[in-house]
């Protein structure tokens, strides 16, 4: 009987969010930490996993320096030296009131290698190996790119960018 009444509580005092809001909202992380004080350099390109971002959100960056790519897309541009950094882009529903973004990503490399490897009893010629350093999250813990957060008294979304969410660590 308790489960249910906090079930329909829940319900009553959540909002879910509309496919258009969640796209304002991953296009908002993105032009924050693409184009704003983490990468504020637009001459550079971006590449970011597409399979880590809703299909709307592709068309919407399609005149940018931020280009979305799958994974067997980006081994050429890593062997031609095209791309220092592989992105990817991660919804994390925290609660039904609570939804991160968080970008991240790895620095990649190419280089070419003559050795020999053994895979199941039998020697293979390894002539090329493609490295993925993944980056650290940082010291301060566990902070998205963005936070959108249900406020039940405006009943809005609201958007809380890593800039503020840093800040108001940094005070405390």
């Known amino acids: 009987m308790i489960l249910l009444i906090f079930t329909a509580y829940c319900d009553l005092f959540s909002q879910s969010i509309t496919s258009s809001r969640l796209d304002s909202f991953y296009v908002q992380t993105i032009n924050d930490y693409f184009n704003g004080d983490s990468l504020n350099d637009l001459s550079e390109n971006y590449f970011v996993l597409k399979d880590s971002v809703p299909e ?24 031609a030296d095209s791309i220092k950094s592989l992105y990817w882009i991660r919804q994390k529903n925290i609660s039904q009131d609570t939804i991160d973004i968080s970008i991240g990503g790895w620095t990649v490399d190419f280089e070419r290698v003559l050795k020999l490897k053994k895979t199941d009893g039998k020697l293979r010629l390894i002539t090329k190996i493609y490295n993925f350093s993944a980056w650290c999250g940082g010291t301060l813990g566990y902070i998205p790119q963005g936070r959108l957060v249900f406020n039940s008294q405006s009943s809005s979304w609201q958007y809380i960018s890593e800039k503020d969410m840093v800040a108001e660590k940094l005070i405390k």
């Open 56 to 79: 709307g959100i592709i068309e919407y960056f399609s005149n940018s320096n931020i280009h979305f790519i799958s994974d067997s897309e980006s081994h050429p541009l890593i062997k």
